[in-house]
């Protein structure tokens, strides 16, 4: 049988210490944004940030998802949803 390859970590310890500070700032309520001062107030921000301070530091880290992949996927679900919603207020005129 041919063995399986060793996983490589996609994190490296420099990346988790630095999120790891970040959570520990966020759970006293001292966690701020960088760019408008106010304070963090979801988890999700706060790793957000630690990964991002990594980044910076030279720690390895995945890239981050494209803010454009984002913007384009947002844009055809919303008009999806709005389409979706009138064919269901249609069918409830004509059932009724």
Known sequence: ????????????????????????????GKLKSGRSGKKV?????AIAIGLSEARQEGAKVPKKKSAAKKKSSS????????????????SKKSSS
């Open 1 to 28: 049988m041919p063995r399986k390859k060793s996983s490589k970590r996609k994190y490296s310890p420099k990346a988790s210490k630095s999120v790891e500070r970040e959570m520990r700032e966020y759970k006293r």
């Open 41 to 45: 107030k979801s988890r999700k921000q």
């Open 75 to 90: 844009k055809k679900s919303s008009s999806g949803r709005k389409k979706k919603s009138s064919r269901k207020s249609t």
